[in-house]
T-cell receptor
Framework: KNEVEQSPQNLTAQEGEFITINCSYS?????LHWLQQHPGGGIVSLFM???GKKKHGRLIATINIQEKHSSLHITASHPRDSAVYIC????????????FGTGTRLQVTL | DVKVTQSSRYLVKRTGEKVFLECVQD?????MFWYRQDPGLGLRLIYF???????EKGDIPEGYSVSREKKERFSLILESASTNQTSMYLC???????????FGSGTRLTVV
């Protein structure tokens, strides 16, 4: 069965902390996405990965294909990073379909 | 800036009403998608379209239909709204041969 699991479900951090959000999936994939959803609903694509590591500003995404695991890191966290972070994967052989994790709700406090 | 625009941010409809949710993209993307998002369940695919007048059922198509008469517009139709269709609805698009998705801002629908 094609499944995506994220952890933790909820995360509270103080400003400046280093944050890690994890995503595991069940079978082979062709791509993995990290998405950000702010209150109000709109979703922004942060990264798309099929191997290795990507960095954008204070955000870093890594993927280990053998272990079927990806992490999203936020360095020097800030209250404006407060959002829901969603992992979504495109499993091999599923054409256009993405399978989504249930999201990690992050709150960064002063 | 490329965009996917959903016509309403918030919508309240009565049980039994026919409801139209509209989505327009300006990126000339072939693929368009409708998802619903519910707490604890993540986003689930309702329908998608890979070309004008083409549509495919997703994971939860029951109670919904779609229309794609023009490339830029993908409409989700609730034929007879029910309270269990109260949800956040998100539209997305993707270009052919690309893995990158662009999402709309979402429509929060409440059926009373």
């Amino acid at each position: 069965k094609n499944e995506v699991e994220q952890s933790p479900q909820n995360l509270t951090a103080q400003e400046g902390e280093f944050i890690t959000i994890n995503c595991s999936y069940s079978v082979g994939i062709s791509a993995l996405h990290w998405l950000q959803q702010h209150p109000g609903g709109g979703i922004v694509s942060l990264f798309m990965l099929s191997s290795g590591k990507k960095k954008h500003g204070r955000l870093i995404a890594t993927i280990n294909i053998q272990e079927k695991h990806s992490s999203l890191h936020i360095t020097a966290s800030h209250p404006r990073d407060s959002a829901v972070y969603i992992c979504a994967v495109r499993f091999d052989g599923t054409a256009s379909k993405l399978t989504f994790g249930t999201g990690t709700r992050l709150q960064v406090t002063l | 800036d490329v965009k996917v625009t959903q016509s309403s941010r918030y919508l309240v409809k009565r049980t039994g009403e026919k409801v139209f949710l509209e989505c327009v993209q300006d990126m000339d993307h072939e693929n368009m998608f409708w998802y619903r998002q519910d707490p604890g369940l993540g986003l689930r695919l309702i329908y998608f379209s890979y070309d004008v007048k083409m549509k495919e059922k997703g994971d939860i198509p029951e109670g919904y239909s779609v229309s794609r008469e023009k490339k830029e517009r993908f409409s989700l139709i609730l034929e007879s709204a029910s309270t269990n269709q109260t949800s956040m609805y998100l539209c997305a698009s993707r270009g052919q041969g690309s893995y990158a998705y662009t999402f709309g801002s979402g429509t929060r629908l409440t059926v009373v």
